[in-house]
C-alpha cells in the first residue's frame, strides 16, 4: 500500500518557520521525483517545489524562492519542506506528491496568523 503522510504543519505568527516532513511508503522513493503542492482557502492547487531522484537539483515557483527550502532524505523515504519568514498568504494545505504515477497525501494544515 502506497502511503505518503505529511506532518509538521501548525499555527505560527508571520515571521516564524515551519518545517514539513512527508513519510512516505510502499514505492521506490529515492528513485521518484517529489514535489510540494498547497492549496489555499477557496484558490486551486499551486506547485511549490521539485526534487529529482538523481542529480538532487530543487526548483521552486517563485513566489516561495528563497523562502522555502525543499530536501530529500532517501535512507528514511522522506520529503522535507522547511519554510521559513511565512506570511499570512502561506495559510494553505500543504501536500506532498510523487508525480509518477502520481501518489498525493493528505495534506498539512498550515496557519499563518497573528
Known amino acids: 500500500e502506497v502511503q505518503l503522510v505529511e506532518s509538521g504543519g501548525g499555527v505560527v505568527q508571520p515571521g516564524g518557520s515551519l518545517r514539513l516532513s512527508c513519510t512516505t511508503s510502499g514505492f521506490t522513493f529515492s528513485t521518484s521525483a517529489m514535489t510540494w503542492v498547497r492549496q489555499a482557502p477557496g484558490k486551486g492547487l499551486q506547485w511549490l517545489a521539485s526534487i529529482y531522484n538523481k542529480n538532487r537539483n530543487t526548483y521552486y515557483a517563485d513566489s516561495v524562492k528563497g523562502q522555502f527550502t525543499l530536501s530529500r532524505d532517501n535512507a528514511k523515504s522522506t520529503l522535507y519542506l522547511q519554510m521559513n519568514s511565512l506570511k499570512l498568504e502561506d495559510t494553505a494545505v500543504y501536500y506532498c506528491?510523487?508525480?509518477?504515477?502520481?501518489?498525493w497525501g493528505q495534506g498539512t494544515q498550515v496557519t499563518v496568523s497573528s
Open positions: 506528491n510523487a508525480p509518477t504515477p502520481n501518489y
